[in-house]
């Protein structure tokens, strides 16, 4: 059984859970560890203990860990790849691209760890001079969730210790093994007992204690609306710092100048990669009526031809859909777009393999309006709404009638409608000609409206959560 870390130790849990891969329900990859209140207690007990001297360490001292864990992470790439898929059941190749995007991830910020910098100003007052310098903000509580096992553990955990921050980190409890490998890695860096500790168990259990926790001076979190919202609550409670991000339903612009198949191959990639399960997938797919027939035509004959299979297998391009939940979720919005009047054009089936998983085909619906449940909730799956729009101007209109706003995208030649839909289109991530998922590690992410809260994570813009600012006055 894979143990918690806490305090600079490996601590065994009293119950287990079994980690199951989709590809292969008879693989059992491990048991890891169930925690409770009293473990959450004494991972933030060691957090805080540790605080004191981790925040006030050097920028090389934490350049040195970081570096460390991004290069192993490079190095075991193909390695821990194929354990990300084995658990998630993302393709290999996306898997071990995830895995290199949190190498990069950990390498950026120890960078930044060197690069941190202040400001040194006069006063109006003669005599007097003002430094304005940033420090840590504390114990950070982290939630994850499933679909990036690496890469979204990666971009909370490296700027926070790159900025001098003490850990209580959780994984998703059906994904635990990308992250306690990462944890093992991290307990061999050189950090300080206590510095990052990983609790493993359910939401209710460790989670909730987390967020409750008097302790916990910040909770990083991206999972569900209706939990961000709960986080939000009890954050404001307490005065505690909060950073959330939650659901997407983005819209992907196809107008009538677009490149046919460059449009085809933006939509497949967004809507149906990663099997759907991405907070930025291309769920809505809104068509202007000059392209919308020969776009849908083929789209549908590409989604068809789409290849669904074991996660490790070479010719596999969509892998299984997490656990035997999210797929009875895929099925039941399957029912409900048909019984709003959608058309399904293909897919939406359970799919029978070698191996017992969770197989499910990429769905097209097509003549979906945008008051469709299928078009206005979050599927989180490989099920896409094409919706139809007169004109550029309706499908703007469309785009931005909803109430999550991370990312947008817009297919075309016209220089002018892409430089007005980045303006306009209310989203905090904008893509021209470009899946609507898959990010840069360097640059901010997160969205408005419902989608997001807080300062954005990844990139230099990560310094605004992960620490506090301090103007100090000196007179001469």
């Known amino acids: ?26 693989d059992i990859i491990d048991h890891y560890a169930q925690g409770d209140a009293a473990v959450v207690d004494h991972a933030v007990q060691a957090a805080r203990q540790a605080f004191g001297k981790w925040s006030l360490s050097t920028p090389q001292q934490r350049f040195d860990v970081l570096d460390f864990v991004g290069n192993e992470l490079l190095q075991r790439r193909a390695e821990l790849g194929d354990l990300l898929a084995r658990e998630e059941g993302k393709t290999l190749p996306e898997a071990t691209g995830e895995v290199m995007r949190a190498a990069q991830i950990f ?30 903000v504390g114990v950070v509580a982290m939630i994850a969730p499933w679909n990036f096992p ?51 168990g359910r939401g209710r259990d460790v989670g909730q204690r987390m967020v409750e926790h008097p302790q916990v001076d910040a909770i990083s979190f991206t999972g569900s609306v209706a939990t961000g919202r709960s986080i939000a609550t009890q954050a404001v409670q307490r ?40 907070c ?99 599927v989180f799956g490989p099920v896409a709404a094409v919706i139809a729009a007169r004109d550029y101007d309706e499908a703007l209109a469309l785009a931005n009638d909803t109430e999550f706003g991370l990312s947008a995208g817009i297919c075309t030649t016209s220089l002018k409608l892409a430089t007005h839909f980045k303006r ?22 997160g969205g408005r409206k419902g989608s997001s809260y807080g300062p954005r994570e990844q990139g230099r813009y990560a310094q605004e959560f992960y620490t506090t600012v301090k103007t100090a006055y000196t007179a001469a």
């Open 150 to 200: 690496i890469a979204i553990p990666a971009w909370k955990i490296a700027p926070a210790l790159a900025y001098g921050n003490c850990v209580v980190f959780k994984p998703a409890e059906l994904v635990p093994g990308s992250s306690w490998a990462l944890a093992e890695i991290l307990s061999r860096s050189g950090l300080p007992a206590g510095v990052f500790n990983l609790v493993l």
């Open 107 to 136: 390498k950026f910020f120890a960078g930044e760890a060197l690069r941190t910098a202040g400001e040194l100003l006069p006063s109006v007052r003669p005599g007097i001079g003002v430094e304005v310098t940033r420090e840590a």
């Open 424 to 445: 306009h289109a209310q989203a905090g991530m904008v893509m021209v000609n470009a899946p609507t998922a898959g990010v840069d590690f360097h640059v901010p992410f």
């Open 280 to 378: 930025t997938a291309s769920s809505r797919i809104i068509v202007t009526q000059g392209i919308h027939d020969r776009f849908v035509a083929r789209l549908a004959e590409r989604t068809a031809a789409l290849v669904v299979g074991d996660a490790r297998d070479a010719a596999t391009q969509i892998g299984p859909v997490v656990d035997a939940r999210q797929l009875e979720q895929d099925e039941r919005y399957i029912a409900i777009g048909k019984e709003d009047g959608a058309r399904l054009l293909c897919g939406g089936e359970r799919l029978a393999r070698d191996k017992d998983g969770f197989y499910f085909s990429p769905a097209l619906f097509v003549d979906c309006s945008n008051d469709m449940r299928i078009a206005r909730e979050e």
């Open 1 to 26: 059984m894979k143990s918690h870390y806490i305090a600079g130790e490996w601590t065994a849990g009293t119950a287990s859970s079994a980690n199951v891969n989709p590809s292969d329900l008879s």
């Open 239 to 278: 005065l505690a710092k909060f950073q959330l991000e939650m659901g997407g339903k983005n819209p992907l612009v196809v107008t009538d100048d677009a490149d046919l198949e460059q449009a085809v191959e933006v939509a497949l990639q967004g809507s149906f990669y990663s099997t759907g399960q991405r």
